[in-house]
């Protein structure tokens, strides 16, 4: 063989010998996420926190991890801090649903792929975002509407007077599960809400508003609704220092399943809660796996939930994991 064809097969070699060896690295490379945590306002925010760490680090993931503390100001900083790192995905639960296509349209141009987890946003351009991994939240506030209607059957005559406590407002869930609750019991005049406010979230929130409620309603209060177990376990407290039954005076119906709300309706403080899974973390790792290895995936996958009335809190108890 010709010295020059010889020195073409070395070099072809060398070459292939390289680039196998670099994919092989690439391929080995630990994917890195960049997440964008809303807070800590709560025990479901808390348990879907510790699903996405725990779920990172089983899938060998390098987790990039913010608190932004419920500011949607934190959450853009942190956004644009994984996009300077150059992290594969970028993902992120937004703490409301407006104001996000500027910094959305900077992790595009560089050409970093984002995951919405749990909530969603309001932007004109849908490629800025890959895909939305979270609960249907109007549908949880028809369950709880649900719920509602099917009580009010052996409730006495009369208006069911009910106040709200809302969540974050501008929050996906929060718009969500107002409209789908007064959707439902729009079906029946009889039900009124005659008080409704944001709680933020939080159990200090919700039980300063329930006491708001209660000086301004007083008895004629039949029934809570919250967008949260969290506001509804302060809202609990609300009640009882106002020597009213939580549960029994005034029905108490609320959204999450966490474990708060599982020992309340064992203690017969609250009647029913919709389940809204925080246990999102799996899903997540497993999508951006899917993304960075050129996989298609749907742009939208919604978790599925239940919904848990006080009559089988006990048996399910054992069931939680959050
Ligand atoms: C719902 C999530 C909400 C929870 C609250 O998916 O965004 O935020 O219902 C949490 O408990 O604060």
């Not at 801090?81 to 959305?104: H, M, N, R």
């Not at 790792?285 to 996958?301: E, F, T, W, Y």
Request: with cysteine.
């Amino acid at each position: 063989m010709k010295f020059a064809n010889k020195k073409i097969l070395q070099c072809t070699l060398f070459l292939a010998i390289g680039l196998s060896a670099a994919s092989n690295a690439l391929a080995d490379k630990p994917l890195v996420i960049g997440f964008a945590q809303v807070g800590a306002e709560s025990e479901w925010r808390s348990a879907n926190t510790a699903s996405i760490k725990d779920a990172a680090s089983k899938a060998g993931v390098t987790l990039k991890f913010s608190d932004a503390q419920q500011k949607q100001e934190n959450q853009i900083k942190a956004i644009r801090s994984y996009i300077a790192q150059k992290v594969d995905v970028i993902a992120f639960s937004p703490v409301v649903e407006s104001g996000w296509d500027t910094v959305l349209k900077e992790a595009k141009s560089a050409k970093i792929p984002v995951i919405l987890t749990d909530r969603a946003v309001n932007v004109t351009d849908k490629s800025l975002y890959v895909t939305f991994i979270g609960s249907d939240f109007v549908e949880e506030g028809h369950r709880a509407g649900r719920w509602l209607l099917e009580r009010s059957k052996t409730m006495p005559a009369g208006d069911i007077n009910i106040v709200e406590l809302q969540g974050t407002v501008g929050s996906a869930p929060a718009i969500d599960r107002k409209a789908g609750f007064e959707k439902e019991i729009a079906t029946n005049p009889r039900l009124k809400i005659i008080r409704s406010q944001t709680g933020d979230f939080t159990r200090a929130k919700g039980k300063e508003v329930m006491e708001a409620f209660l000086k301004a309603e007083g008895k004629k209060i039949n029934v809570l609704y919250a967008h949260n177990d969290d506001m509804a376990i302060g809202a609990i407290q609300a009640i009882e220092e106002a020597g009213l039954k939580p549960g029994k005076d005034i029905l108490v119906i609320s959204v999450d399943g966490v474990k708060g709300a599982f020992e309340a309706m064992m203690a017969g403080k609250l009647n029913v809660t919709v389940e809204c899974s925080p246990l999102l973390g799996p899903q997540l790792m497993q999508v951006a796996k899917d993304i960075v290895a050129g996989k298609a995936v749907p742009k939208r996958i919604t978790t599925l939930e239940g919904v848990f009335p006080a009559e089988v809190a006990a048996n399910e108890f054992p069931n939680r994991k959050y």
